[in-house]
């Protein structure tokens, strides 16, 4: 990667500027480089913008930011930062904030891949391949946080890594936090897999003195080799564990999700042991454990890397999600019985509601299997394969409408 400049930060530091002083002072940074030179990685060139509509066409108008290994970036002009996450269960109505949109970490089981095909994007590598960089990020959480309820929650990184590689140079996650460091009274959950959350303890601690929050850090496994080909540009397990324990010391209230589970690999209960183990070493918070669910988007990709990696599970993956992107019940109650067991032994605290969020934070164990029924990772993103049956049997018009519907949630 080359030649990222920061899209938020005002020239004079962290103060923050009208949009009108923001946009006279770094107008020489749209386009923020010049267009990359073409190379054998970089994709088409973004479609005649005339005829898109919505995020499609914002993405087209887009422009170059840089290069990295394989990886385009893209400036993305959005009209608004915050976005509104509604639970599956309906249970929660919180915001959620994505910088990017794409992530380089690649994961082959990512369940967000969809979120590049509103931008016209069939092709699931292009997710983290094109990578889109929001502009006046901070500007616009300026605007929009003065209309948030003291309690209100948001959620940082639901959809891609708000730490991916790129952000080590734009700062966009930075610029946004320093945002939130200005503000109390609201809870404030962040999601991540990289190390470099911890360039930003300062901002972290203060934001944590006035307000409530929670970080997340991903780990799946502790192979490193099973997640160099399952994650492949995430950081090693053994530096996210070493991440969890310098948060922790700082005084952050931060836990391991250990999602998701796949089945046949990491969902046993030496694998869950060694995890929860380890977790208890850096003093976790919490630890939360979850099943694989696979969406249309991302289920090619995965069954590819089964089929690579994992031959003799072909069979048992295409019969467990031939016709749902969700486990069975049994199998989610008997991985939710193991995650329990295991956390007892270990002196571990659980979640038991919407694990990107505030709520139950490090709560002791003993909630009902009711409030565990559902995949940590699926809380904020809509259960499309069953809407979508009950849809076709009610006749067109109705499929017609729910693409409308889905198309006004995706907006991160």
Same mark, same amino acid.
């Given at each position: ?193 990289? %190390? ?7 901002? *972290? =601690? ?6 409530? +929050?929670?970080?997340? @850090? $991903? ?23 070493? %991440? ?7 005084? *952050? =209230? ?6 998701? +589970?796949?089945?046949? @690999? $990491? ?146």
């Amino acid at each position: 990667m080359t030649g990222i400049l920061p899209l938020t930060r005002s020239p004079g530091g962290s103060s923050f500027l009208s949009m009108g002083e923001y946009k006279a002072k770094t107008e020489s940074l749209f386009p923020i480089l010049t267009a990359p030179p073409e190379t054998s990685c970089q994709g088409d060139s973004p479609a005649d913008s005339n005829r898109l509509r919505g995020i499609a066409r914002l993405a087209a108008q887009g422009d170059a930011a840089g290069e990295g290994h394989c990886v385009e970036f893209r400036t993305l002009p959005v009209r608004s930062i915050l976005n509104s996450s509604v639970s599956r269960r309906g249970l929660w109505f919180a915001k959620s904030i994505n910088p990017y949109r794409g992530c380089e970490f690649a994961c082959r089981y990512c369940y967000a891949r969809y979120t590049h095909e509103f931008m016209e994007m069939k092709d699931p590598a292009d997710f983290e391949r094109k990578i889109y960089m929001k502009e006046n990020a901070a500007w616009l959480l300026q605007q929009e946080i003065r209309h948030l309820r003291a309690g209100e929650e948001v959620a940082l990184g639901t959809a891609t890594d708000p730490y991916q590689p790129v952000e080590r140079k734009a700062k966009i996650t930075r610029s946004l936090l320093e945002v939130f460091a200005t503000q109390s009274g609201l809870r404030f959950g962040i999601v991540t897999k990289s %190390t470099l959350i911890e360039r930003d303890i300062d901002l *972290l =601690r203060r934001i944590a003195d006035k307000n409530d +929050l929670v970080i997340h @850090i $991903t780990i799946t496994t502790p192979d490193a080799k099973l997640a160099r080909i399952l994650e492949p540009r995430a950081p090693r397990p053994d530096l996210r564990f070493q %991440t969890v324990q310098r948060l922790r010391q700082a005084g *952050l =209230r931060t836990g391991i999700l250990c999602s998701p +589970l796949l089945p046949g @690999i $990491t969902d046993n209960a030496r694998a869950l042991d060694s995890m929860a183990r380890r977790a208890k070493a850096v003093d976790a918070s919490f630890f939360a454990a979850s099943p694989l669910f696979l969406k249309p988007c991302s289920k090619g990709t995965f069954l590819t890397f089964i089929h690579e990696h994992f031959p003799q599970l072909d069979s048992s993956y295409a019969q467990r999600y031939a016709d749902a992107a969700f486990v069975s019940k049994a199998y989610q109650k008997r991985i939710t019985d193991l995650v329990l067991a295991i956390t007892k032994k270990h002196g571990l605290n659980r979640r038991f509601t919407d694990a990107l969020l505030t709520r139950d934070a490090g709560s002791e164990t003993g909630s009902s299997s009711e409030d565990q029924r559902l995949p940590v990772q699926a809380e904020l993103w809509p259960s499309i394969n069953n809407e979508k049956r009950a849809l076709e049997k009610r006749g067109p018009s109705s499929v017609a409408a729910e693409k409308v519907a889905q198309r006004v949630m995706m907006t991160s």
